[in-house]
C-alpha cells in the first residue's frame, strides 16, 4: 500500500518584482510505499524541500495532486505524520520539556508527560529537558526536532535534511533512529544531498534535478545494475596462462584481474580450477550512488 | 479546544518575556504613582483630574500594547519559523488565530488589570477614596481591547508590523470618532460624506457607545443593557475578524 | 475553512454587530442634546478628542488655571477666558466648577454678565437634575442687582431636594431685599456660613462691608460726620445689629470698613 504519492506536482513561486513565474517544481512524480525508508536527492535548489512542503501544506500546489494514506491532503491526517523541518526553529523561551509538552496540546491524542520524558530519552536530552531551547547548540536542536516529529507517534515521518549540521556521532544516532523507526513498522521519507547517507538507509530513492525525478528505483536495483566490473585474485598460475582473459595485475603471489561480466568470470572461474589454480577471491564492484547520480545529472 | 489553549498560553508566555510589556507596566505604575503632583494644580478637582488621568493612562497603554505586541505577533512567528512546525500540526488555521487572539488579550488583560488595580490603590491613598468604579470602566475596556487585539492579529495576516500598527491606530481613533463624524455629515449635508460617516459608524469598530468614561467620573447611573452589549458585539465583531483572517491565512504559503 | 461558510459567517457577524449598534446608539443620549452647532473650538476638539473628552478638558482646566493666575498676575487681559470655559465643558458637559467657576469669573473679572448666563443656561441644559448651577447663576445675578430674576433662579434651585432649604432662603430674602440692611446683612451671613467657596466668601465679606459703609454714609449726610464706630451705628438705628464673619468683627475707621 503506498503510504504517499505525489502526481505530476508543479510548484511555481512568483518574482515579486518582476512578477513571473519562477520554477521550484515542474513535474515530480513518486510514491512512498508503506513500512519503507524513501529518500529524495537532488542538488541544492532541486526542489526536494518545496515537494515536502507541498507535501505537508507549507506551500499550496500549483498543479497536481498529492495523497496521503490514500485520501487527498487534509488537516486530521496530520495526526499520523510527523515532520521535521530543514534547519529548525522553535521557541526559545521555552524548556525542551516545555517545547514538546506545548506541541503535545496540538494533537487531539492525549500524549502524555512520560511519554513526552521517554522521547526525550530516545534522543539524548533527558539532561538537558529543563534547559531553554534558545541555549541549545545545532545538534541539541536537530535532536529536539526529530523529538517533536515523532512525539504523536506518527505512521509516516517527513525528514528534510535531517543529518544537516550534525557531526558523525550525531548522524550515526539519526541514523539508527531511522532504522528503530522503520522496525516498529513506520514509513519514513526524508530529503538529503548526502550520498552515503542515502546509500546506507534507503529503501528506494528519487533523485530530483531541476523540478523533475530523473530516477527512481530500488537502491540495490538501482546499484546492482550499474557493476562496473568483477576484480577475481588468482593463486597458483603464471601471467601468461591468463593474458586472454585480460591485463593481469601482479600483487605477490596474487594476481588480479578485472572482468566486465557475470559470464567472463564464470568462464574464468573454470579455467583456474582447470589448470590447477586457485581462486582467492572474487569481488564485484559496484557504481557508488554517487557516481550512479553524478551520471544521471549529467545525462540531463 | 486543546490547541487553542496550548497556542494561547505559549503566546502568553512569550509576551511575558517581551521588555515591550514590562515597560508599560512600569512606565504606567510610575505616572500614576506621580499622579499626586497634579493635586495641587487641580484648582480644587483633584478627585477628578487624578481619575480621569489615570484611566485615560490605562486606556493608552492598552492601545500601545495591542499594537506594539499585537501586530508582531503572527509576524515574528513566521520570520523566526517558528510556526513551521506549528501548522503542520493537527491544528486548523482558525485555532491557530483564535488560540493567538487568546493569549494576546490574556497579556493586555494582565497589564490592565495591574493598572486597574494601581489606580484603585492610588486613589485609596491619594484622594482617600475606595473607588470601586474603577472596574466597571476596567469591564468596558477589556472588550473594546478585544475587538483592537482582533484588529491586530488581523492586520498582521497580510500585512507588516508598522502597516499593521498604523492602521490600528487609525481604526482605534475612528471607533472613537465615528458618532461625530456621523452627526456632521448630518449637518454637512454631502451624499458621499454620509455614506462613508454611516459606513464607519457601523462597519468599523465602534467604541462610542461602550465609552462610559462620564458615567464613572460623575457616578451617574449606566444603562444596564451596556453591559449585555459590550461583550456581544465584541464577540460578534472579533467573529467577523477572525473569519476574514483565516480565510487569508489559509491562502499564506511558508516558504 | 469552506469559502461559502467562511463568507456566510464574515455576513453574518457583521450583519449582527451592526444590528447591535443600531439597537443601542438611541439608548447612549448625546450630552450636547440639542442640534449640532458646529463651533470650530469646542466641537472641534470633541472630534478630535477620541474618547479622551474628559482628560482633555482636565488638561484645559488645569491650563486655564495657570492662564487665569498669569494674566491677573501681570494685570493682563482676559479675553480667552470665555473660549477656554466653553471648550472646557464642550468637552465635558458634566463638568459643573467649569460652569459655576466660570459663570463667577467671567461675571467678576471680564464684567460680562452676559457671557456669564450663557455659560451657566448651558450648565442647566447638560445638567438638568443639578441644583447648584442654578443657584450660582441665581447668585449672579443677585451680585448684578436682578433681584427679580435673582429670585427666580434661587426658587428654581430650591425644587431640588440637595439645597433645597438654601435656595429657598435665599429665594426668599431676594424677595424681602426692600426690607432693609437687616435681610441683606443676614443673606450675606449665610451665605458666608453655608459655604467653602472663597469667591463667594469674598462676596459676602464685601457685601456686608458695603452696607456697613451705605450706613455710615447715610449717618454722614445726616448727622454731618462719620460715626465714631459701628456700635454708634447700630445704636442710632442705621444699622440692626453689629455683624460678624467667621468668628471677626468689622470695623469702621474714617470711611473705610475693615474685617
Keep these: 500500500m503506498n503510504i504517499l504519492e505525489v502526481n505530476h506536482l508543479k510548484k511555481y513561486y512568483r518574482s515579486p518584482f518582476l512578477r513571473r513565474k519562477v520554477r521550484a517544481v515542474e513535474d515530480i512524480s513518486f510514491a512512498v510505499k508503506q513500512g519503507e525508508i524513501f529518500g529524495l536527492l537532488g542538488p541544492n535548489g532541486a526542489g526536494k524541500t518545496t515537494t515536502l512542503k507541498s507535501i505537508v501544506g507549507l506551500l499550496k500546489p500549483d498543479g497536481g495532486e498529492i495523497k496521503l494514506f490514500g485520501m487527498p491532503l487534509d488537516i486530521p491526517q496530520r495526526e499520523r505524520i510527523g515532520f521535521l523541518p530543514e534547519n529548525p526553529y522553535f521557541y526559545r523561551h521555552l524548556t525542551g520539556y516545555e517545547l514538546l509538552n506545548f506541541y503535545a496540546h496540538l494533537f487531539k491524542k492525549h500524549i502524555t508527560a512520560k511519554k513526552i520524558k521517554e522521547v526525550l530519552k530516545m534522543v539524548g536530552l533527558e539532561h538537558a529537558m529543563h534547559r531553554k531551547v534558545g541555549g541549545y547548540s545545532k545538534g541539541m536542536l536537530q535532536r529536539v526536532g526529530f523529538a517533536q516529529a515523532i512525539l504523536n507517534d506518527p505512521d509516516f515521518i517527513i525528514l528534510d535534511e535531517p543529518m544537516s549540521g550534525l557531526d558523525p556521532i550525531g548522524r550515526k544516532e539519526m541514523k539508527d533512529w531511522i532504522f528503530k523507526l522503520k522496525s516498529e513498522g513506520k514509513t519514513i521519507l526524508f530529503s538529503s544531498h548526502i550520498l552515503p547517507d542515502v546509500e546506507m538507509i534507503c529503501d528506494r530513492v528519487a533523485i530530483i534535478y531541476r523540478g523533475r525525478v530523473v530516477s527512481t528505483g530500488v537502491l540495490s536495483e538501482i546499484l546492482q545494475e550499474k557493476v562496473r566490473f568483477i576484480e577475481v585474485t588468482i593463486e597458483g598460475l603464471d601471467e601468461k596462462t591468463l593474458e586472454n582473459f585480460g591485463k593481469v595485475i601482479r600483487s605477490g603471489d596474487k594476481l588480479m584481474l578485472r572482468l566486465s561480466s557475470e559470464e567472463e568470470k564464470d ?20 557504481k557508488t550512488l554517487e557516481e550512479h547520480f553524478m551520471e544521471t545529472l549529467e545525462a540531463q | 479546544m486543546k490547541s487553542i489553549l496550548g497556542i494561547g498560553i505559549n503566546t502568553f508566555k512569550e509576551g511575558l518575556r517581551d521588555k515591550t510589556l514590562l515597560s508599560v507596566f512600569i512606565s504606567g505604575f510610575l505616572l500614576i504613582a506621580a499622579s499626586r503632583i497634579l493635586v495641587p494644580i487641580s484648582i480644587g478637582e483633584s478627585y477628578r483630574v487624578i481619575t480621569d488621568f489615570g484611566l485615560a493612562l490605562v486606556e493608552v497603554l492598552s492601545v500601545l500594547l495591542t499594537i506594539f505586541i499585537g501586530t508582531r505577533i503572527l509576524y515574528d512567528e513566521i520570520e523566526r519559523k517558528t510556526i513551521y512546525t506549528v501548522v503542520t500540526k493537527p491544528v486548523r488555521v482558525s485555532e491557530f488565530l483564535i488560540g493567538k487572539l487568546f493569549g494576546l488579550t490574556l497579556l493586555v488583560f494582565s497589564i490592565q488589570f495591574l493598572l486597574f488595580l494601581t489606580i484603585f490603590l492610588f486613589s485609596k491613598i491619594y484622594l482617600h477614596f475606595v473607588f470601586w468604579r474603577v472596574f466597571v470602566w476596567f469591564f468596558f475596556l477589556f472588550f473594546e481591547m478585544l475587538i483592537l487585539n482582533g484588529v491586530a492579529i488581523l492586520l498582521s495576516t497580510f500585512t507588516t508590523p508598522i502597516t499593521s500598527g498604523l492602521i490600528s491606530m487609525l481604526i482605534y481613533i475612528i471607533a472613537n470618532t465615528s458618532n461625530y463624524l456621523k452627526e456632521l455629515s448630518q449637518m454637512v449635508k454631502l451624499p458621499i460624506f454620509t455614506y462613508i460617516a454611516n ?6 469598530p465602534n467604541f462610542t457607545l461602550t465609552n462610559v468614561k ?42 | 475553512m469552506k469559502k461559502l461558510g467562511g463568507l456566510l459567517i464574515i455576513i453574518i457577524s457583521l450583519f ?21 452647532l458646529f463651533f470650530p473650538s469646542g466641537k472641534f476638539i470633541q472630534g478630535v478628542a477620541c474618547g479622551y473628552n474628559n482628560f482633555l478638558a482636565d488638561l484645559l482646566w488645569i491650563r486655564g488655571g495657570v492662564y487665569y493666575g498669569g494674566q491677573k498676575l501681570k494685570h493682563g487681559s482676559l479675553e480667552y477666558l ?12 458634566k463638568f459643573i466648577n467649569a460652569y459655576t467657576t466660570g459663570g463667577m469669573f467671567l461675571f467678576d473679572d471680564l464684567h460680562s454678565l452676559e457671557m456669564s448666563m450663557k455659560l451657566l443656561d448651558k450648565g442647566i441644559y447638560n445638567n438638568p437634575t443639578n441644583w447648584y448651577v442654578p443657584f450660582m447663576k441665581g447668585f449672579i445675578l443677585y451680585l448684578a442687582e436682578k433681584y427679580d430674576l435673582a429670585y427666580r433662579w434661587f426658587m428654581v434651585a430650591s425644587l431640588y431636594e440637595t439645597g433645597k432649604g438654601l435656595a429657598f432662603k435665599f429665594a426668599n430674602w431676594c424677595l424681602q431685599k426692600e426690607k432693609g440692611p437687616e435681610m441683606t446683612l443676614k443673606f450675606w451671613e449665610n451665605i458666608y456660613n453655608t459655604t467653602g467657596n472663597k469667591w463667594m466668601r469674598e ?7 458695603r452696607v456697613i459703609l451705605y450706613a455710615a454714609v447715610k449717618y454722614k449726610r445726616e448727622n454731618g460726620e462719620w460715626p465714631e464706630n459701628i456700635v454708634v451705628l447700630v445704636k442710632s438705628g442705621y444699622l440692626p445689629y453689629v455683624p460678624s464673619l467667621g468668628g471677626k468683627y468689622f470695623l469702621f475707621k474714617e470711611g473705610e470698613v475693615l474685617w
Design chain 3, 203 to 209: 462676596k459676602a465679606v464685601k457685601g456686608i462691608s
Design chain 3, 16 to 36: 449582527v454587530s451592526v444590528l447591535l449598534v443600531k439597537s443601542f446608539e438611541d439608548k447612549k443620549k448625546s450630552f450636547t442634546g440639542e442640534k449640532l
Design chain 3, 82 to 93: 470665555n473660549h477656554i470655559f466653553n471648550v472646557i465643558t464642550d468637552l465635558d458637559p
Design chain 2, 199 to 204: 459606513f464607519l459608524y457601523y462597519f468599523l
Design chain 1, 267 to 286: 568462464r574464468l572461474v573454470s579455467f583456474v580450477v582447470e589448470k590447477g589454480g586457485r581462486i582467492i577471491s572474487v569481488a564485484p564492484y559496484r
Design chain 2, 214 to 255: 462620564t458615567e464613572i467620573l460623575y457616578n451617574l447611573p449606566i444603562d444596564k443593557g451596556l453591559y449585555l452589549f459590550a461583550p456581544s458585539y465584541s464577540i460578534m465583531y472579533v467573529v467577523f475578524l477572525l473569519t476574514i483572517a483565516t480565510m487569508l491565512f489559509e491562502k499564506r504559503e511558508f516558504y
